[in-house]
Structure formats: structure tokens, C-alpha cells
Nanobody
Framework: QVHLVESGGGLVQAGGSLRLSCAAS????????MGWFRQAPGKEREFVTS????????FFADSVKGRFTISRDNAKNTVYLQMNSLKPEDTALYYC??????????????????WGKGTLVTVSS
């Protein structure tokens, strides 16, 4: 069982930045593919970004490419999502997720085994 706890959400103006963190416990962190998903009101949960076990490769949804970066600190069992140039359409509940499989490419919701409870990001125009 993997326990994931997100933090760092909040209210920000368009063009601003936020950094989300996700602390993991309960499983060897280096064996986990880590990812971020988001769900806006009335919409389905969608992939944002993921990072491979070793942290060498990251994948991004087209909607965030060039604005968001993902990183992981395997010594701290933590994955980060740096969000820059935020837009109102980035407003959503952001979920940290993990998979016990190696995933190369854009992940689907069904690819992930464990989920955090989410942290809310609101971008005002």
C-alpha cells in the first residue's frame, strides 16, 4: 500500500506560479512511477505529467508542455510539480498518483495504482 499526500495548492493569478509537492510512503519510492493528474469541475480526470522511476524521463500533456515541470527527490520520497505561466483553465483538483509499473509515455488513470486525495489549484483571471 502506498500513501500519497499532496500539498502546495492555492489561489494564484493568471501568469503566476505554484509548486505542488507529493510525499509518498509505504513502498520503496524508487520502484514507483509517479504522476500528476487533474480534474476540473464537470470534467473527467486527465493526465498532466509523469516521471520514470529513476527520474530521467518525464512526459507531459500538450496543454502543459513548456509551462509545467516534474521532478522527484528519491532521497525524500517526494515528487514535485512546478507550474509556471498558469492559466484559468489550469484550475482543477490536482492529484498525485503512483504506479508499480514502469510507464513510458502518457499515462491513463487506469495505469495508476495509488492516489492522493488531491490539492486544489485555482487560477484567477
Amino acid at each position: 500500500q502506498v500513501h500519497l499526500v499532496e500539498s502546495g495548492g492555492g489561489l494564484v493569478q493568471a501568469g503566476g506560479s505554484l509548486r505542488l509537492s507529493c510525499a509518498a510512503s509505504g513502498q520503496t519510492f524508487t520502484l514507483l512511477t509517479m504522476g500528476w493528474f487533474r480534474q476540473a469541475p464537470g470534467k473527467e480526470r486527465e493526465f498532466v505529467t509523469s516521471i520514470t522511476r529513476g527520474g530521467g524521463i518525464a512526459f507531459f500533456a500538450d496543454s502543459v508542455k513548456g509551462r509545467f515541470t516534474i521532478s522527484r527527490d528519491n532521497a525524500k520520497n517526494t515528487v514535485y510539480l512546478q507550474m509556471n505561466s498558469l492559466k484559468p483553465e489550469d484550475t482543477a483538483l490536482y492529484y498525485c498518483a503512483s504506479s508499480v509499473r514502469s510507464i513510458y509515455g502518457l499515462a491513463n488513470v487506469d495505469d495508476m495504482n495509488y492516489w492522493g486525495k488531491g490539492t486544489l489549484v485555482t487560477v484567477s483571471s
